[in-house]
């Protein structure tokens, strides 16, 4: 380095890629391919000024030549705080003996965001700046992305154990919310939708599309317009590339006597990934027949109802009041819930 010049900025990276693909069919995230290239390989293309990276996940074969390491949470599929955790180990294992030491800060990745590499330069910028916060990561349409973040090392590091210390019982299943919220962190407003992930083979097909079409007044990457048009009753599996998701989805609307499509599966998944990302796990299945016992209510009172927009709003913002505490618009104490508000979720 010569003089003046500033010294490089170092950074480790953990990529995380122990989700289960339930909505992939099993398919190992890692392991799609979207425009000729694997998820894997794009994550880790993100991550090539890393000084070290590793890779959480099962059975992960990593490109050889780049020295990647291979680690795995505990328990599996615990989850990405665990992951993270677990990467993060593997890390502090690999630096013994390295005279330079271990890098201040950890670039954090989660596989199935295939423009990851897009994000760096701007996250970096942003703890750069003189109040130095702890990390950075984006926020897309309101939601943070914690798992497209740069995070400094010994914050982090103490952010994990003060998780683990107050629950006792390790890190499985600890909302990444948590995890962050012991953190004081910048937020990178991500508005070309760099940090749009892949969950179904929908947002696959969305993002293949994406890379070729020229800009359109369409709206944003992945996502569909609302218009007044009547939805196509042309059952989802019907359709060459459909998915078993599809096929269930057709077959309980049946099923129920619901009109073909009239299922919006995105929002009803966004909603899922909200409930257990900002509240816990079990959340997700909770959330989802809540929304659909109270749309079932409102619609057998000849009422319109956006209990789906209403749950996403309420897990975006959820906030543990802790024990004892009554939940916001809840009956009183004895009182027993009414019928536009059987889940004690209403006002």
């Known amino acids: 380095m010569g003089p003046g010049a500033a010294p490089r900025f170092r950074h480790d990276a953990v990529v995380l890629a122990g989700g289960r693909a339930t909505r992939l069919g099993g398919v190992p995230k890692p392991?799609?391919?979207l425009d000729g290239a694997t998820l894997l390989d794009r994550a880790l293309a993100a991550t090539r000024g890393a000084d070290r990276t590793v890779v959480v996940g099962p059975e992960i074969a990593v490109p050889s030549g780049r020295g990647v390491?291979?680690?795995?949470?505990?328990?599996?599929?615990?989850?990405?705080?665990?992951?993270?955790d677990a990467g993060l180990r593997a890390l502090d294992a690999s630096v013994d003996g390295d005279v330079g030491g271990a890098p201040a800060w950890v670039l954090v990745l989660a596989v199935d965001v295939p423009r990851a590499a897009e994000a760096v330069g701007p996250l970096r910028a942003a703890v750069a700046r003189r109040d130095r916060p702890d990390g950075a990561y984006l926020v897309r349409d309101g939601?943070?992305?914690w798992l497209v973040g740069l995070y400094r090392r010994d914050a982090l590091r103490r952010a994990l154990d003060a998780v683990a210390a107050a629950d006792g019982a390790g890190l499985a299943g600890v909302p990444v919310k948590r995890l962050v919220a012991v953190l004081s962190c910048a937020e990178v407003p991500d508005d070309g939708d760099?940090?749009?992930?892949?969950?179904?083979w929908d947002d696959l097909r969305r993002l293949t599309v994406g890379l070729h079409a020229a800009p359109t007044d369409d709206g944003p990457l992945g996502r569909t317009p609302m218009t007044d048009q009547t939805p196509d009753a042309t059952p989802r599996g019907a359709e060459p590339g459909s998915s078993v998701l599809d096929r269930w989805v057709d077959a309980l609307e049946a099923e129920l006597g619901l009109p073909p499509r009239s299922v919006d599966v995105g929002a009803v998944l966004d909603l899922a990934r909200d409930a257990a990302?900002?509240?816990?796990r079990p959340a997700a299945p909770v959330t989802a027949y809540a929304?659909?016992?109270a749309a079932g209510l409102a619609a057998a009172r000849g009422e319109g109802t956006d209990a789906l927009g209403r749950?996403?709003?309420a897990a975006l913002s959820w906030q543990d009041p802790g024990p004892g505490a009554a939940p916001s618009g809840a009956a009183p104490t004895g009182a027993a819930p009414t019928e536009a508000s059987?889940?004690?979720t209403g006002s």
Request: hydrophobic share 40%.
């Open 277 to 280: 990302h900002q509240v816990a």
């Open 143 to 145: 939601r943070a992305q």
């Open 342 to 344: 059987p889940t004690g």
């Open 31 to 33: 392991t799609v391919v």
């Open 291 to 293: 929304v659909g016992y």
């Open 311 to 313: 749950a996403t709003s």
């Open 194 to 200: 760099v940090s749009a992930d892949i969950d179904t």
């Open 69 to 84: 390491l291979v680690a795995r949470e505990d328990p599996p599929f615990g989850g990405p705080v665990a992951g993270l």
